[in-house]
T-cell receptor, first 113, second 116 residues
Framework: GAGVSQSPSNKVTEKGKDVELRCDPISGHTALYWYRQSLGQGLEFLIYFQGNSAPDKSGLPSDRFSAERTGGSVSTLTIQRTQQEDSAVYLC???????????FGPGTRLTVL | AQTVTQSQPEMSVQEAETVTLSCTYDTSESDYYLFWYKQPPSRQMILVIRQEAYKQQNATENRFSVNFQKAAKSFSLKISDSQLGDAAMYFCAYRSEYRRDDKIIFGKGTRLHILP
């Protein structure tokens, strides 16, 4: 079946604007993850959903970041009042259950001017 | 807290040769999973190989194999018969069996160049 998809592929925004990033997991996958990859850095874990609930939101870098998942499927990551340091590639992954291998989407490259 | 270290930021290998990428990790846990992911310029993270810590046998996937040394906390990736398509960023990663948030902890990556 289809893999994890993310949209948009690229997003350029002005400092202070809000952005929404979308992740569509592999059909039937119950677990969904968001990571951030800054230039020259490894991947930083942001948040994990099991079904529609996120057991731990402490990985989100600030209160400008929020995420939700509805219907146990699509997830959106929202960044309010974007800052230049938010510029990064945001990767989404899903897995069949929490202990299973995570499969990644192609990411959204966010550029904040 | 667990950490993953990749000490080689970049490596090069001649096409058809064999190359080994190093990875060490630090954990006090006994049950965990280790992964190698490949990230080509397309940005897509692709799972290369997975190893369960309770398994003594090293995982293999075609031309890719690992050398898992649990006591030394070492998890290196060997790529045999290197191909141009193997050029990518390679990330070593760790996942706990116990963590509530189930996150993967990644190393900073090794960029692999394949020389024709």
């Amino acid at each position: 079946g289809a893999g994890v998809s993310q949209s948009p592929s690229n997003k350029v925004t002005e400092k202070g604007k809000d952005v929404e990033l979308r992740c569509d997991p592999i059909s039937g996958h119950t677990a969904l993850y968001w990571y951030r990859q800054s230039l020259g850095q490894g991947l930083e874990f942001l948040i994990y959903f099991q079904g529609n609930s996120a057991p731990d939101k402490s990985g989100l870098p600030s209160d400008r970041f929020s995420a939700e998942r509805t219907g146990g499927s699509v997830s959106t990551l929202t960044i309010q009042r974007t800052q230049q340091e938010d510029s990064a590639v945001y990767l989404c992954a899903s897995s069949g259950w929490a202990a299973d291998t995570q499969y990644f989407g192609p990411g959204t490259r966010l550029t904040v001017l | 807290a667990q950490t993953v270290t990749q000490s080689q930021p970049e490596m090069s290998v001649q096409e058809a040769e064999t190359v080994t990428l190093s990875c060490t990790y630090d954990t006090s846990e006994s049950d965990y999973y280790l992964f190698w992911y490949k990230q080509p310029p397309s940005r897509q993270m692709i799972l290369v190989i997975r190893q369960e810590a309770y398994k003594q046998q090293n995982a293999t996937e075609n031309r890719f194999s690992v050398n898992f040394q649990k006591a030394a906390k070492s998890f290196s990736l060997k790529i045999s018969d290197s191909q141009l398509g193997d050029a990518a960023m390679y990330f070593c990663a760790y996942r706990s069996e116990y963590r509530r948030d189930d996150k993967i902890i990644f190393g900073k990556g090794t960029r692999l160049h394949i020389l024709p």
